[in-house]
């Protein structure tokens, strides 16, 4: 293999490292991050109460205060589940438009294969886009993703 062609090669294979290493990191802290908000009964109206009344006793609030922050922390989830709406049109499309370009890479046996590697359990949700639907497009959500 000539060093243009292998340069190329090792660009191609480094630019999907990172990309793979950067979903990796998002689908971890998205999950941290679920699972630190909501908790493991999320959805769950009796658990996010006995948490918010861990928290509110921890910190010793008054009933204003629990009052006021129950009030900020429901707009805060509000605003979250607005903004997550809103922007899943274009997480869509950065997924559609990744399988195109690894369409391009892998040959398409090596694409078929990526696709399944996607479904298997502890890689996504356990079948080509999981509980969601959809066509198998893109890389698969993080555990406890539930849209």
Do not use: C
């Amino acid at each position: 293999m000539d060093r243009i062609a292998k340069g190329k090669w090792q660009v191609r294979l480094a630019a999907l490292v990172v990309f793979v290493l950067g979903f990796a990191a998002g689908a971890l802290a998205l999950n941290a991050y679920r699972s630190w908000s909501a908790g493991p009964g999320r959805g769950d109206g009796e658990h996010r109460r006995d948490r918010f009344e861990q928290m509110a006793e921890r910190l010793q609030l008054n009933e204003e205060q629990r009052s006021q922050v129950k009030q900020i922390l429901s707009d805060t989830r509000e605003q979250l589940r607005a903004l997550h709406k809103e922007s899943e049109p274009r997480f869509e499309e950065i997924r559609r438009q990744t399988d195109e370009r690894l369409q391009q890479v892998l040959t398409p046996e090596q694409f078929q294969k990526f696709q399944q590697m996607k479904g298997e359990p502890g890689r996504g949700r356990g079948g080509p886009r999981g509980r969601r639907g959809g066509g198998g497009d893109g890389p698969p959500r993080p555990p406890g993703d539930e849209r």
